[in-house]
């Protein structure tokens, strides 16, 4: 095969590919057809799970599953329900996890004309119960010293108070579609040929010939002019960035900045080049990373980043606008460290396995899709609810200090207050979840489910799974206004409670607060839009700032000529090639990150999620939630979205964190079965709103 033949055959491998990816999306359509039927058969009087089993295909188990109330009657009489009853209280909720069962007798062999025999009722539940983790289990802390080891800090590594300020980098703000470039106060209008990196660089150091050192695109996304070319967007877009150059080449880094190399990013990438024969470095971004343009022109844009910076110079002296938020997020964080006190010598950052487990375990936003039959299929409305700066109102407490390990046996030893103080403080908890038996609402906590980093919220009455969850989730599961859930400690970590980010975020919080206000007083509409714009980017600045705490392993991106294929690292993941190159990522662990605190970010992201569930409103007396509706009205959440089919009278007073009517769409609307289904809805909602209120 030559390597014509080879390249074609890919590109029909990757069809292939699409065509199954389609083929499930049809196949998930059918079975959720199949489940609504199977329950509306369920209705009948005389409906029996032996009869409806073979006309869908599915085991009699399967369909009690759906549907318990068609368990046989010699299932119900000879298999005892193996879970204890539900707790009536929350703190008889909480416990430590008891021994599980022990079957040391040996099985009969089945012979060719006998049944096999009854497996085990206790069995029989414990297999249900980790059936989602067969597919991915997630970790635990290993027994006796070993996992105790994990509770320390890296040696010589925490987050210290920096002795430079940032210098500022020289922008330019370039729409691709038009040609126009604004840098200071002037405006052009280039030639970019057919928009490749090379044209770009050529027509920009032609018109600004005195060095700049970011590009932000404000419009175009030239590195998605060839993606009809290619069967992922990610590969469009690292095809973009290795283009030749001539003149440059991809940038090493310099100085205090060791951001090296291109960043493939499906619409969010970032390109940084080097002069082959100097020492002008220069990087280009999307301006997507800050906040989503709705045909704004350069200047415009500019301009909201000049607001931004002098907003932010109002309450941090040295602010300097980075690359992206993240960054930003994280330099600003840094000069807020405080300078005498019990971190004066700064935080220290946890051990490489805690920061692993963390990563493992604790998931940012809930996003999640509930369909027919647990939602009708036609929704007499579709009404969008998004919590305002959300993560900003779960800043003001954070996890400090050595951790410790929890143990189910040191758990079980405390008091019910012990107990229950430790649940609200700074924890992290490793737990076997039972569902009450009568619960007709939504899943309340995360489990693992098939696919990296994936999870689902199990809802179903009596189901059992193990999992890790923090604090908030945990106390709002036992707290919640319906009915407390079991929740049984396996395992945990607990540190102090304190405030490393309450003065960082309530900066940023003033800081927002005071662009929206301009934003809404400002009678120049450019500058108006500009403001608007600028409290986005404040919002990013937090949002993906928590994010950068997490510090994820990190992933190497390069490329290798075709002709040395075999130089490819071995442990690499090929990511896109063409007849020249071959592009690749590769793993290489947690760096020595002097600003990772996982910790962090998994605290505020479990405190949002619980807060999707129940929130209250102390000065109105009130809650909001979704917890807080009647079931079967929660169609989705969305991070810090919710989307009901009715609306709700929550307060809203402008605060981070209010529930803040988004969109609006009159029923019937037929129920999303997919995301692309939901976000067609959401904007179709959005635009409804809008018009009502313009009318």
């Not at 907003?311 to 005498?340: E, N």
């Not at 027919?372 to 409305?381: G, I, N, S």
């Not at 190497?556 to 000529?561: D, H, L």
């Not at 904007?683 to 018009?691: C, N, V, W």
Request: charged share 20%.
């Amino acid at each position: 095969m030559d390597a014509k033949s080879y390249n074609a055959a890919l590109a029909d491998l990757r069809a292939v590919r699409d065509q199954i990816k389609k083929a499930r999306a049809a196949l998930a359509k059918l079975e959720a057809d199949r489940d609504k039927r199977i329950v509306q058969l369920a209705g009948h009087e005389k409906a029996m799970a032996q009869r409806i089993a073979p006309a869908a295909g599915l085991s009699v188990a399967d369909v009690v599953a759906l549907v318990p109330a068609l368990a046989p009657d010699s299932l119900a009489a000879n298999v005892p329900n193996p879970q204890p009853p539900t707790p009536s209280t929350p703190q008889a909720a909480v416990e430590s996890a008891p021994p599980l069962p022990q079957h040391t007798a040996a099985a009969p062999v089945p012979t060719a004309h006998s049944a096999p025999p009854p497996v085990p009722v206790e069995v029989r539940a414990l297999e249900q119960s980790a059936a989602p983790e067969t597919v991915r289990e997630l970790p635990s802390i290993p027994a006796d010293g070993v996992g105790d080891a994990w509770f320390a800090h890296t040696s010589g590594l925490a987050s210290t108070r920096p002795n430079f300020t940032q210098q500022a980098r020289s922008t330019v703000f370039l729409d691709t579609t038009t040609g126009v470039l604004v840098h200071r106060n002037q405006t052009h209008h280039l030639d970019l040929a057919d928009r490749s990196a090379a044209d770009l660089l050529t027509a920009v150091f032609h018109a600004v010939p005195e060095g700049v050192e970011r590009i932000y695109i404000t419009a175009g996304d030239p590195w998605h002019r060839d993606t009809s070319r290619y069967p992922y967007l990610r590969d469009a877009v690292a095809a973009w960035l290795n283009a030749p150059t001539p003149g440059w080449r991809t940038d090493t880094g310099r100085g205090r900045d060791r951001m090296a190399g291109h960043f493939v990013h499906a619409r969010n990438p970032v390109g940084r080049y080097q002069r082959e024969n100097g020492e002008q470095h220069v990087e280009i971004r999307s301006v997507g990373e800050w906040f989503d343009v709705d045909g704004d022109d350069p200047a415009t844009v500019r301009d909201a980043f000049v607001l931004l910076w002098q907003a932010l110079r109002r309450h941090f002296s040295d602010a300097v606008l980075m690359g992206s938020p993240s960054q930003t997020g994280r330099d600003l964080w840094t000069r807020t460290i405080p300078t005498r006190g019990q971190f004066a010598d700064g935080f220290p950052v946890l051990s490489e396995e805690l920061r692993g487990l963390l990563h493992a375990t604790a998931g940012q936003g809930r996003n999640e899709l509930i369909t027919p039959p647990r939602v009708p299929e036609q929704l007499p409305q579709l009404v969008e609810y998004d919590r305002t700066f959300a993560y900003a109102k779960h800043t003001w407490k954070s996890p400090v200090g050595t951790p410790r390990r929890i143990t189910a046996h040191t758990f079980s030893a405390w008091s019910e207050k012990e107990q229950m103080r430790a649940l609200y403080g700074c924890g992290h908890w490793q737990v076997r979840v039972t569902v009450p038996d009568n619960w007709n609402h939504i899943g309340l906590l995360p489990a693992p489910a098939p696919g990296d980093r994936a999870w689902h919220y199990p809802a179903g009455p009596g189901t059992t799974f193990t999992t890790w969850a923090g604090g908030p989730e945990i106390h709002a599961a036992l707290t919640n206004p319906i009915q407390p859930w079991k929740i049984e400690i396996l395992d945990g970590i607990l540190w102090d409670d304190g405030k490393p980010l309450d003065d960082w975020a309530k900066k940023l919080k003033e800081t927002w607060t005071n662009l929206s206000a301009q934003a809404h007083f400002q009678g120049d509409a450019q500058q108006a839009r500009a403001a608007h714009l600028a409290s986005r980017a404040v919002r990013s600045v937090l949002l993906y700032g928590i994010g950068a705490f997490a510090q994820r392993p990190r992933m190497v991106t390069g490329t290798t000529p075709r002709t040395l294929e075999r130089d490819v690292p071995p442990d690499a993941e090929i990511v896109g090639f063409d007849d020249e190159l071959i592009t690749w990522q590769k793993p290489t662990g947690f760096a020595r990150d002097p600003n990772a605190h996982p910790e962090w970010a998994a605290a505020i992201w479990s405190g949002a999620r619980a807060a999707l569930l129940t929130q209250r409103h102390r000065d109105d007396n009130a809650y909001a939630g979704a917890l807080h509706t009647p079931p079967g009205t929660v169609v989705a959440f969305r991070t810090d979205a919710l989307y009901l089919t009715q609306p709700h009278d929550w307060p809203h007073h402008h605060q981070p964190g209010d529930y803040l009517l988004r969109g609006h769409l009159t029923g019937p609307v037929t129920a999303p079965t997919t995301e692309e289904e939901l976000l067609t809805l959401r904007d179709a909602g959005r635009g409804a709103l809008t018009a009502e209120r313009e009318a």
